[in-house]
């Protein structure tokens, strides 16, 4: 599989992969400013359509697996990496939105920020879309934004999805599934339940953000964001 990009987080993202060295990620076979070559998987089994047939729990234990790997990476020459501050610029420096709830997650992200646990690499955007199918050598993740900070931060994407691949499909947005995944992620990751809440309300903010700038309404981002507040208040 080849990926060709000019997209400065994607290439930080080509190194990171091939710093993995196949730990946790696709294997790169050859990696070069902006071009990546993967090995690629012809297995068509995804982690979202093991969620749509009923077998969420088992969709978030891959994850959750392919996350803890990848944060066990260590030492050699780790590539560049772009700081989580730097990853949450826009939602800091807010400038105006009308959805009071950004405003709630933007104070968040400050606070997060600045006490936040050892830092390690980053995937990023780790989510369903992101982790294929390679039999033996388990699932493995792709399309890394390359960051650096807290491990809890990396565990938020995945409460988005696959929902926001296919909103036509709401899955993630129902409370008894968002709570389900807060107590297993929690429990297989070892996280504080109430730090992850929280980095998940942030990170909700921020891409929420994101769809707005693209002219989109983040319906997805709202409620997930609305069920981690509403978690944190118990
Ligand atoms: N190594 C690979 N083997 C098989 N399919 C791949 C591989 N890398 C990417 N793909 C396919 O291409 C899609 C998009 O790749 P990705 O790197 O996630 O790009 P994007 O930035 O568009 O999300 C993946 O969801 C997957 O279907
Ligand atoms: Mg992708």
Request: hydrophobic share 45%; with cysteine.
């Amino acid at each position: 599989m080849l990926k060709v990009t000019a997209d400065p987080d994607e290439q930080r993202g080509a190194a990171l992969m091939a710093w993995w060295g196949g730990a946790g990620a696709a294997p790169v076979l050859k990696h070069d400013l902006g071009v990546i070559l993967l090995e690629r998987t012809s297995r068509d089994r995804s982690l979202a359509a093991l969620v749509y047939e009923g077998s969420d729990d088992d969709a978030t234990s891959l994850l959750c697996a392919t996350a803890a790997r990848l944060h066990l990476r260590q030492g050699g020459d780790a590539p560049s990496l772009k700081p989580l501050e730097d990853w949450f610029a826009s939602l800091l420096n807010l400038s105006q939105t009308d959805e009071a709830w950004i405003v709630g997650c933007s104070t968040l992200a400050r606070l997060l920020l600045s006490e936040q646990s050892a830092a390690v690499p980053l995937h990023g955007d780790l989510h369903h879309g992101n982790i294929l199918d390679f039999g033996s050598r388990g699932w493995l993740a792709i399309d890394p934004k390359a960051l650096w900070g807290e491990r809890t931060a990396d565990y938020a994407a995945m409460f988005l999805n696959p929902d926001l691949a296919d909103p036509a499909r709401p899955f993630a947005v129902d409370s008894g599934t968002f709570e389900r995944r807060v107590r297993t992620v929690s429990s297989l990751a070892g996280l504080d339940s109430r730090r992850l809440l929280r980095w998940i309300q942030a990170w909700s903010g921020l891409s929420a953000l994101w769809f707005l700038e693209g002219g989109g309404d983040p319906v997805v981002q709202r409620r997930i964001g609305e069920l981690a507040a509403r978690s944190l208040a118990q």
